[in-house]
């Protein structure tokens, strides 16, 4: 009896305990003093050991992503935790220590700057606006406004790829249209210095090929029989003694000035007899593009009877633009090209640079010299040219990937190690084989960011640092 009675007094005890521990609760009465602290030393003894070193910021009670620089509560009134310098963590690799270790000895976080580039720091940990968690600058760590820092998780997800600057010989390959055209040089015409009558034209035709001293024409005229009798006469006074040498070079003279043919004069002073008509050779060999001449027809003095061309050197007249003409200069290789003819090719050299621009089409011309011993190459043909630029001297080059253009200026990512980047202002000079030159702005030693820069852009916000490297360079 006295075991159950103990027993039953135990559970009435328990159960008003509990029932004063509701009503307590309910009616926000008072805690004695004892509890507060008892709770404390509970909560002490079960967290990890405290931390050493002075206090660097304060934490959420509540493990939420929230710090303070200062002491501070949250809305339901309770105290942040101090966080002591041994406590300090990276939020990118939270298990890491929060100092580096170096030659030097550890390393102590100076700052935490914004994860995007943007110019904003924190002395303590925090997220930005996109939940992305502040990195930290260690003491001694180069830190400017130009260099962008990126994990190697990142860079390892984003396919970075770097390539050392080359100094290298850089060519390019120049292509251009133009069109063939006959040589200045090589053209002939026949025409008449005196008044005369074509008698007959031999068998000659436009388009058909002579040979330098082949008859084209028989010719008669006044002036030019006179002229022959002349000759004739002085000739023929040598039998009766001696002529002075200066008739008779007087009496040949007229007759080249009329332009006689050598060969006519020559069967004047074999013959000794006044021809009635005269035979007219072509000047050279070519291929007759103009026959005006007909039979019994009277030509003028200045008259073209005749127009006859050279083919076995042709010139091929290049349109380059305007931006490329200072790429060229006299004596390059040219590989010429013509649409009609697929599969050959004409190889020959710049012989000019024409002095003017085409206003209209903002061109530049140059002439090239082809050899056309078989006739292959015909005047007005379109043509397609390949010129080969660049020099010997070796220059700095990086692949066109490489530069970022914005159209106003060239931008190249220097890959500094450790995933640091550094958006450096270079300038361009020729390109070609997928390579540009850089003339300045960049050494022999420094490598560039050739593969995923724009995503280096995008991931590590590329364009503030630009923006500040703008600003610094605007400034007076």
Request: charged fraction near 25%.
């Amino acid at each position: 009896m006295k075991a159950m009675f103990r027993s039953l007094i135990l559970v009435f005890a328990l159960a008003g305990v509990g029932i004063v521990g509701v009503m307590a609760g309910r009616s926000n009465l008072a805690l004695p003093d004892w509890l507060p602290g008892a709770r404390a030393s509970v909560a002490k003894a079960s967290t990890e050991p405290a931390g050493s070193g002075p206090i660097i910021y304060y934490r959420d009670p509540d493990g939420l992503s929230a710090f303070s620089a200062v002491p501070a509560k949250t809305a339901a009134g309770k105290d942040y935790l101090p966080v002591r310098a041994s406590e300090d963590f990276q939020f990118e690799k939270p298990q890491a220590a929060p100092e580096q270790a170096g030659a030097a000895g550890p390393k102590r976080i100076k700052f935490y700057r914004n994860p995007m580039g943007l110019p904003d720091t924190s002395p303590s940990p925090k997220k930005d606006s996109m939940g992305m968690d502040y990195l930290p600058v260690f003491d001694g760590e180069e830190e400017d406004g130009n260099t962008v820092k990126v994990s190697a998780g990142k860079l390892q997800k984003a396919g970075v790829r770097s390539e050392p600057v080359e100094l290298a010989p850089l060519s390019m390959q120049l292509r251009a249209p133009g069109t063939i055209q006959l040589d200045e040089r090589r053209v002939s015409v026949v025409a008449l210095r005196f008044e005369g009558f074509v008698e007959a034209v031999e068998n000659v035709t436009t388009g058909g090929t002579v040979r330098k001293g082949q008859p084209l024409m028989r010719i008669y005229g006044p002036a030019l029989s006179s002229a022959a009798a002349e000759y004739v006469s002085v000739l023929n006074g040598r039998t009766e003694g001696a002529i002075p040498a200066q008739a008779l070079k007087g009496a040949r003279r007229r007759l080249e000035n009329l332009a006689v043919p050598d060969s006519a004069v020559s069967a004047i002073e074999r013959t000794r007899e006044v021809p009635v008509a005269i035979t007219w050779p072509a000047p050279q060999d070519g291929v007759i593009l103009e026959r005006a001449a007909v039979n019994g027809m009277r030509a003028a003095p200045g008259d073209v009877l005749f127009r006859v061309a050279d083919t076995s050197v042709i010139w091929a007249q290049i349109d380059l633009a305007e931006r490329d003409l200072a790429m060229v200069a006299v004596g390059q290789d040219v590989t010429v090209s013509p649409r009609g003819m697929r599969g050959k090719t004409f190889d020959g050299k710049i012989a000019l640079i024409y002095p003017q621009i085409n206003k209209e089409t903002r061109t530049g011309r140059v002439r090239v010299e082809l050899a056309n011993p078989d006739g292959a190459l015909m005047p007005d043909m379109y043509v397609e040219a390949q010129i080969a630029t660049g020099a010997d001297k070796p220059v700095l080059s990086v692949p066109d990937s490489a530069v970022i253009d914005s159209g106003a200026r060239q931008v190249v990512l220097i890959d500094k190690g450790e995933g640091r980047f550094e958006p450096r202002a270079v300038k361009i000079g020729q390109r070609g084989a997928g390579r540009a030159e850089i003339m300045e702005g960049v050494a022999a030693e420094d490598k560039v960011v050739v593969s995923a820069n724009f995503l280096i852009d995008a991931e590590s916000n590329l364009k503030a640092a630009l923006q500040g490297l703008d600003s610094g360079e605007k400034q007076p």
